[in-house]
């Protein structure tokens, strides 16, 4: 959940949201509360054809699309990408959320044109950007999403727990959740969420450790990393003491991984 | 020849938590992926199979089958296409049956066995999953 206040002034409150650009192109991963912000910078630009891709539907990851401006503006064309199911669409399972007794605004009642689409099996491209979407370990149908432009190459799993059950240290590339979506990255942005003692107590959870994640970003060959996804009650000083520790775990080729901050621009 | 690591293909979401679960459980069980390959069986397993999985590696399902000379409690050889890992794979349900088999220790057992198809959220098939054990 979100979590704005004095403790988080540093590493900011907002849950996930990520812009990427390129060369006049844009794609928005996921859907948190991050989202409100970036629409309202996004709602300057007037009318244009946004694409929000969400690696899964937990509500730390989508409920900035209630407060989304564009989505008010009828002008605007909004897809949103997700992953299957065989059971409900992907309108049906956001409109769980965007429809009473949870949000006063159907999907129906917005403005914009939105279209609601499945993130396809295989490479795609919107507007230039070659995407991949795989799925990772992570409770419900999750993706991870890869980005490539230009030759670089951003990796997005914000939510995996690729060492569930398993020593990540003992496995072979082809049967780790996750490694088609980072392997090889120029930016890996990974699920950092728990301290190396608060893991045992949370297994299953669909997060990793701080070491988990510093494996998986070296087993990767990620060229940088960024710690994602902190958890709700770490501070932004026990967060600079989580990047610290990842900075003493770290044994991979590149730079060591760095934390994730809000308003973090980084180019590629 | 034994591919390397970058040769082999990613195996699937519902691969990797298959093995993890049969990986954390004490029944016996191997996983087979949707191209007919054995590509895993855990430690329960290596008992009944009479070797371990390090030493088998993965292999065509159709030799593994060959490897443990199948047949039915009277004797009858059985075909892969008779066995319930056969029937869960041809005809994507489950099957159970009891069976022989000899194990790669050269020790002949008889084994029931539970198999099913393993199929993803968007219906896609990846493999199946077998659950066997010894019967007295």
Redesign the interface.
């Known amino acids: 959940m979100a979590t704005p206040g004095p403790e988080t002034v540093r590493t900011g409150g907002n849950t996930t949201c990520v812009e990427v650009t390129a060369n006049g192109s844009r794609v928005i991963l996921d859907a948190g509360t991050g989202l409100r912000p970036l629409g309202l910078e996004l709602a300057k630009d007037g009318p244009q054809k946004i694409n929000i891709c969400l690696t899964h539907l937990h509500l730390d990851h989508i409920e900035g699309l209630g407060f989304f401006a564009p989505f008010y503006d009828p002008d605007c064309e909004v897809a949103l990408w997700g992953?299957?199911?065989?059971v409900r669409t992907l309108k049906e399972r956001v409109s769980r959320y965007l429809s009473a007794p949870l949000f006063p605004v159907e999907v129906a009642q917005m403005p914009a044109r939105v279209t609601f689409l499945d993130a396809p099996?295989g490479p795609w491209e919107i507007d230039g950007l070659r995407l991949q979407a795989?799925?990772?370990?992570h409770p419900g149908?999750t993706f991870g999403y890869r980005i490539e432009s230009d030759g670089v190459a951003l990796a997005f799993i914000p939510d995996h727990e690729p060492a569930?059950?398993?020593k990540l240290e003992s496995l072979?590339?082809?049967?780790?959740?996750g490694?088609?979506v980072a392997d090889g990255a120029t930016l890996l942005l990974h699920d950092s969420q728990y301290t190396e003692e608060e893991y045992p107590g949370r297994i299953g959870w669909g997060h990793s450790s701080i070491s988990q994640t510093v494996t998986f970003a070296a087993k990767a060959g990620a060229e940088a990393t960024l710690l994602f996804h902190h958890d709700p009650v770490h501070t932004d000083d026990d967060l600079d003491a989580h990047c610290e520790r990842a900075q003493e775990l770290w044994q991979g080729d590149g730079p060591p991984p760095e934390l994730a901050r809000e308003g973090m621009e980084i180019t590629l | 020849m034994e591919q390397s690591?970058?040769q082999?293909?990613?195996?699937?979401?519902?691969l990797?938590?298959a093995?993890?679960?049969a990986?954390?459980l004490a029944t016996p069980i191997y996983i087979a992926d949707a191209d007919e390959r054995l590509v895993y069986f855990n430690e329960p397993a290596e008992q009944i199979a009479g070797r371990s999985f390090a030493e088998t590696g993965e292999i065509p399902i159709r030799e593994w089958a060959e490897m443990l000379a199948p047949q039915a409690t009277d004797g009858q050889p059985l075909q892969r296409e008779q066995t319930p890992g056969g029937i869960a794979f041809a005809v994507r349900r489950p099957a159970h049956g009891s069976l022989c088999i000899t194990g790669l220790d050269g020790k002949r057992r008889e084994i029931a066995t539970t198999a099913f198809p393993l199929f993803?959220?968007?219906?896609?098939f990846h493999g199946i999953m077998v659950i066997f054990w010894e019967q007295a």
């Open positions: 992953p299957p199911s065989s099996d795989h799925p990772v370990s149908t569930l059950g398993l072979t590339s082809d049967w780790i959740s490694f088609p | 690591v970058r082999r293909r990613q195996k699937s979401l519902v990797i938590l093995r993890e679960f990986s954390n993803g959220p968007d219906e896609e």
